[in-house]
């Protein structure tokens, strides 16, 4: 298991094996219950990234509990991705403005 922190947000990466899904569950109950936390339901997302399978990805789901979220990820809005920056990466409406500010800027 790998895990990144940003601010009081995180991102874990399993194998996605129900063991595993089930092992980090159970961390997180306890985590969250050390200082009374509770984790946002709307927000709890997983990605199938390199899972294929419809059927492993709808059991990860029922095991989790967690909505499946859609590739590329996204942080405040910004897609995390590792090749070159593009401009089509960002929400239409982020996109309109910062094209606009672009514009001013010259």
């Known amino acids: 298991m790998?895990?990144?922190c940003f601010a009081d947000d995180f991102v874990?990466?399993?194998k996605g094996c129900t063991e595993a899904i089930?092992?980090?569950?159970?961390?997180?109950c306890q985590f969250y219950d050390l200082?009374?936390?509770k984790c946002n339901p709307e927000k709890r997302e997983f990605y199938r990234g390199g899972i294929n399978s419809d059927s492993m990805a709808?059991?990860?789901k029922e095991v989790?509990?967690?909505?499946?979220g859609v590739l590329p990820v996204r942080y405040l809005g910004v897609p995390l991705i590792t090749e070159k920056f593009q401009i089509q990466f960002l929400q239409a409406s982020f996109r309109e403005s910062y094209i606009k500010n672009l514009?001013?800027?010259f």
């Open 22 to 28: 089930l092992a980090i569950k159970r961390i997180l």
């Open 64 to 68: 989790s509990g967690f909505n499946m």
């Open 58 to 60: 709808a059991r990860m």
């Open 2 to 4: 790998i895990h990144l």
């Open 103 to 105: 514009a001013l800027d």
């Open 35 to 37: 200082p009374g936390l």
């Open 12 to 14: 874990i990466f399993t």
